[in-house]
């Protein structure tokens, strides 16, 4: 019989010394589930395990009753508490719970699960880390941001209830007039629906246009979290190719699909921008197949040869045009603040499909962006970034060019915040090679082919791809990051079985002219 605590460790006892009522309920549970209160047995008395714990009384009464509140012990007047009998069966195996029979899903659950998993985004090592999508935080206008979370906190509300699904008033109203100042697109503010950042954006999309049943047309290669939203539905892609001026929407006759999701002013990841032709062609197509057009401008505020581009919305009068932004390119991704302007007939049902959601994205942060936005603060704040991410696209090029030369393609320079580097004389079948052997030289560089789609990937030039982002990096940081990339390179160049082969068929045709 058990007269005292049994404690898994010699220094259990010592942590546990003076401490509260929940380590102590902490410690027996875990014993009692390990077995090494057996049902049945009593543990020590309340007096008893104070004195040897050099606790109050009270404070083991406190643990005894959230354990006996639970259902792990029985507790009697007069009587030492006893473990109880119902937990027969549960104990030994309880820290380590596993399923007998498969997992269950749902056919969307499925679905899911069969993608590739995710990158995790826990902090790295890596020296230097050209992904794409980050932001600098020296960057982010922290003072103006405080300020204005500090004013829309002060100003106190009637009451605390669920706001309006489509997203702040004020904020819709702000969005409306530096839609059309920034981009020159023309809405109405009840045509404006906020989202908790333009994925969740897609994701209403995608709930409410396609089915099962459906098609969907993507470019390819795309934006990989796109092709996987629509996909996750249970609708197929059909993958459109892209080349220097976007997709190819010729390749569009004969195609029937519920919708085509583009990103015609920067096109992800080639960087090109669809003219007025191809616009007027896809828009021709989805009147005819009585679709919806997504346009995504995830960075359409990026430019740096030319005004930013009109978006296509701009010339849809009747609108089969859902248009997608967010401030995730220009203040931070973490804020997690997009908006659709979404066609007149479509405004009630996204509202209630956003309203089931999660209600309405969080307010304090909606009016704070209606206070940049309303006082210029938000407009200045894009043109600083915009300059000095051009100066590290410029650093990025410079380098580049110095350290490759002829042996790279760049596509993409002239907008965004990132740009694709094709290596000619390395094949395809060594990216995954390359992409590691950066890392291990402490510089993280990523793959284009999960861009593309599994169904047109073969239609690719055998060359490796790198997406490489600029815009969380200093312009030292980008310079070394260069340096190692090319001693990186260079070691896969001279240990490939592969380029060896190319570098001896070379020398011999030499010596042979």
């Given at each position: 019989m058990?007269?005292m605590?049994q404690?898994s460790d010699a220094g259990?006892?010592?942590r546990?010394?003076?401490m509260g ?6 410690a027996?549970r875990?014993q009692i ?9 009593q ?5 008893g395990?104070?004195?040897e714990l050099?606790?109050?009384r009270t404070t083991?009464?406190?643990a005894?009753?959230?354990?006996a509140?639970?259902?792990?012990i ?6 030492r ?7 027969i069966?549960?104990?030994a195996s309880?820290?380590v719970s596993?399923?007998?029979g498969?997992i269950?899903?749902?056919a969307?659950?499925?679905r899911?699960?069969a993608n ?5 985004y826990?902090p790295?090592r890596l ?6 999508g980050?932001?600098?935080p ?8 405080k300020?204005?979370m500090?004013?829309?906190?002060s100003?106190r509300p009637g009451r ?6 489509r997203g ?7 969005l409306?007039g530096?839609?059309?100042?920034a981009?020159?697109l023309s809405c109405?503010v ?6 908790s950042?333009s994925?969740?954006g897609?994701?209403?999309c995608?709930?409410l246009?396609?089915?099962p049943s459906d098609?969907?047309?993507i470019e ?6 796109a ?8 609708a ?7 080349d220097g001026?976007g997709?190819e ?9 519920r919708l085509?999701?583009v990103?015609p002013s920067?096109?992800f990841?080639?960087g090109g921008?669809?003219p007025?032709?191809r616009?007027y062609q896809?828009l021709?197509?989805a009147?005819?197949n009585d679709?919806?057009?997504?346009e995504d ?5 990026y430019?740096?040869?030319i005004?930013?581009?009109?978006p296509l919305h701009?010339?849809e ?6 248009y ?7 203040l931070?991704p973490?804020l ?10 479509l405004?009630?049902?996204?509202a ?5 959601l999660?209600?309405h ?8 962006l ?5 006082s210029?603060?938000?407009e200045?704040?894009?043109r600083?970034?915009r300059?000095?991410?051009g100066e590290?696209r410029?650093?990025?090029?410079a380098a580049?060019?110095r350290?490759f030369?002829d ?14 580097v094709w290596?000619k004389?390395l ?7 390359l992409v590691e052997?950066a ?9 284009i ?21 600029y815009?969380a990096?200093t ?6 990051g260069?340096r190692?990339?090319?001693h ?6 001279r240990?490939s079985?592969v380029?060896s082969?190319?570098r001896t ?6 010596e042979r002219?």
């Amino acid at each position: 019989m058990n007269e005292m605590v049994q404690f898994s460790d010699a220094g259990s006892a010592g942590r546990l010394h003076g401490m509260g009522a929940h380590q102590i309920y902490e410690a027996l549970r875990e014993q009692i589930l390990g077995g090494v209160y057996e049902t049945g047995s009593q543990l020590p008395s309340s007096r008893g395990l104070a004195n040897e714990l050099g606790v109050s009384r009270t404070t083991v009464t406190v643990a005894y009753e959230q354990l006996a509140a639970e259902g792990f012990i029985e507790v009697r007047q007069g009587a030492r508490p006893r473990v109880a009998s119902s937990l027969i069966g549960h104990q030994a195996s309880s820290t380590v719970s596993k399923r007998a029979g498969p997992i269950h899903l749902s056919a969307y659950g499925e679905r899911l699960r069969a993608n590739s998993p995710w990158p995790d985004y826990l902090p790295n090592r890596l020296k230097v880390d050209f992904r794409y999508g980050d932001l600098s935080p020296s960057d982010f206008p922290a003072l103006m941001w405080k300020r204005a979370m500090n004013m829309a906190m002060s100003q106190r509300p009637g009451r605390l209830a669920y706001d309006d699904p489509r997203g702040s008033s004020r904020l819709r109203q702000a969005l409306q007039g530096y839609l059309w100042r920034a981009r020159t697109l023309s809405c109405e503010v009840e045509q404006i629906i906020i989202a908790s950042g333009s994925q969740q954006g897609l994701d209403l999309c995608a709930r409410l246009l396609l089915d099962p049943s459906d098609s969907f047309v993507i470019e390819d290669p795309c934006y990989r979290m796109a092709r996987q939203v629509f996909a996750s539905t249970g609708a197929r892609s059909v993958s459109v190719a892209v080349d220097g001026d976007g997709m190819e929407t010729e390749l569009l006759e004969g195609i029937t699909a519920r919708l085509a999701y583009v990103t015609p002013s920067h096109q992800f990841p080639l960087g090109g921008v669809l003219p007025v032709s191809r616009r007027y062609q896809l828009l021709e197509w989805a009147r005819h197949n009585d679709a919806y057009v997504i346009e995504d401008d995830y960075d359409g505020e990026y430019r740096y040869d030319i005004r930013p581009v009109p978006p296509l919305h701009k010339l849809e009068d009747r609108s089969s045009v859902i248009y997608l932004g967010t401030i995730s390119k220009t203040l931070s991704p973490m804020l997690r603040i997009g908006y659709l302007v979404v066609p007149p007939e479509l405004q009630d049902v996204f509202a209630t499909a956003k309203q089931l959601l999660d209600r309405h994205s969080p307010v304090a942060e909606q009016e704070a962006l209606a206070s940049l936005i309303e006082s210029g603060g938000y407009e200045s704040h894009v043109r600083r970034v915009r300059r000095l991410n051009g100066e590290r696209r410029e650093t990025l090029l410079a380098a580049l060019r110095r350290a490759f030369a002829d042996r790279i393609v760049i596509e993409g320079a002239d907008a965004g915040l990132h740009v694709v580097v094709w290596f000619k004389d390395l094949p395809r079948s060594l990216e995954d090679v390359l992409v590691e052997e950066a890392r291990r030289a402490g510089v993280g560089v990523y793959s284009i082919s999960p861009l593309y789609g599994r169904e047109t990937d073969e239609g690719r030039a055998d060359r490796i791809g790198l997406v490489m982002g600029y815009s969380a990096l200093t312009t030292g940081q980008i310079e070394n990051g260069v340096r190692f990339l090319t001693h990186a390179v260079e070691r896969v160049r001279r240990n490939s079985p592969v380029t060896s082969a190319a570098r001896t068929v070379s020398a011999g045709t030499a010596e042979r002219a």
